[in-house]
């Protein structure tokens, strides 16, 4: 899940609370927008063989058009520059696959490894049509 870790369920999103509010709001504005989701918390794009259900299956259930989100802990000095960067890159219409791999590249040649920990799980060719 997601937020606070004070163990009250009502600090926290987990995938299940998702795919039981998507069973009720399926057929309303995902629908039509196929949203690219970003989470940018800790683990939240991590796929483990043990998983039966993780944020990526729930969003997809509800229609999303994909997902992007770190697979290990990343500082938020960090998420925010890569958020920024990837964001920025999105919005004047360049791709997914390429934007992110810009990004990694651009980290990389800072000497920072970390922009590899973002995964998105939609297509490369997915992009950003203003309304």
Not at 4 to 26: K, N, P
Not at 38 to 58: E, M, Q, R
Request: with cysteine; net charge negative.
């Amino acid at each position: 899940g997601i937020g606070l870790r004070d163990g009250l369920a009502c600090d926290r999103v987990t995938a299940d609370a998702l795919m039981a509010h998507f069973r009720t709001v399926l057929g309303s504005i995902w629908d039509r927008f196929n949203a690219l989701i970003v989470i940018y918390g800790c683990h939240t794009a991590d796929l483990g063989p043990g998983a039966l259900l993780n944020f990526v299956s729930a969003f997809s259930f509800g229609g999303a058009g994909g997902l992007l989100g770190p697979e290990i802990s990343v500082t938020l000095p960090i998420a925010i520059s890569v958020g920024e960067r990837l964001l920025a890159k999105v919005v004047e219409g360049m791709p997914v696959g390429s934007a992110i791999r810009e990004v990694r590249w651009e980290m990389a040649n800072r000497g920072n490894l970390l922009g590899l920990a973002y995964t998105p799980y939609c297509f490369a060719d997915l992009q950003f049509q203003p309304n």
